[in-house]
């Protein structure tokens, strides 16, 4: 019993560490954002022409 005890504390802090860098990286890193735009030639379009 005292392994199968060892072993789910384990992986409650390897959780727990889990979730910490999670939430780390919500709250500290910021994401940069910019308009992008892309020519794309009409041929890769694949309009239809009647």
């Known amino acids: 019993m005292p392994t199968l005890f060892r072993f789910v504390i384990t992986l409650c802090i390897l959780a727990a560490l889990g979730y910490g860098a999670m ?3 919500v ?3 910021e994401p940069r954002t910019a308009e992008i735009s892309e ?3 009409a041929e890769r379009l694949n ?3 009647q």
């Open 23 to 25: 939430l780390a990286l």
């Open 27 to 29: 709250i500290l890193v």
């Open 39 to 41: 020519r794309i030639p």
């Open 47 to 49: 309009i239809q022409r």
